[in-house]
């Protein structure tokens, strides 16, 4: 599979480039200049709802009454999104791929997630998220092969205003996931030099 821009650089079709907060500009930099070696996904962590979307492995949808889950390749990890009509946590602990709900409109699968553990890099040039972030993505297939995503990041400690960008997939039919597993396989992390 391609890799997608968005896996390097989130905002990259962003006429102007993400509106980082100063601060968060200095994390990204700083992250960029140690060659993404604190990465999670380099430690065989998770990348979290928005990364998963530019890796370039296979994921599968599952949906049973109440229930989305979205199986990753990468990692071989889940993503519960509840469809039951469940409110979004007002104080959620932490997790690497947050806590989610969702209901149709129309056509489109509306996602909203919270509750992303802070310092989440949303791509691998290191564009940081806070805890406090807000993620809205909009499902909506548009024919029989591809899927379009509308990714909306809300999250005023890290960007000084909402973004959304569009993500274009395609959709694989009758193919398996294949096992993953990140420390059977690590063989770079003693290569990535930083500072």
Aim: charged fraction near 25%.
């Amino acid at each position: 599979m391609q890799v997608p821009q968005e896996f390097l650089n989130i905002g990259w079709k962003l006429k102007t480039g993400l509106p980082l907060q100063p601060a968060a500009a200095e994390v990204k930099r700083a992250r960029a200049e140690e060659n993404g070696k604190d990465d999670p996904v380099s430690r065989c962590l998770p990348g979290g709802p928005v990364k998963l979307h530019t890796t370039p492995l296979l994921r599968k949808i599952v949906q049973i009454p109440g229930l989305l889950v979205i199986l990753n390749e990468m990692d071989m990890s889940f993503r519960q999104i509840f469809t039951d009509g469940r409110a979004l946590p007002a104080d959620p602990e932490p997790t690497w791929l947050g806590y989610s709900s969702a209901k149709w409109d129309g056509d489109t699968l509306v996602v909203e997630t919270v509750g992303m553990r802070d310092g989440t890099w949303l791509d691998r040039g290191g564009t940081p998220m806070s805890g406090g972030a807000k993620i809205t993505e909009r499902f909506h297939r548009m024919n029989y092969g591809n899927l379009e995503i509308d990714l909306t990041v809300d999250d005023p400690q890290t960007f000084t205003t909402p973004w959304t960008i569009k993500l274009n997939q395609t959709i694989a039919l009758d193919t398996d996931l294949l096992p993953y597993v990140c420390l059977e396989n690590e063989q770079d992390l003693p290569h990535l030099l930083g500072k």
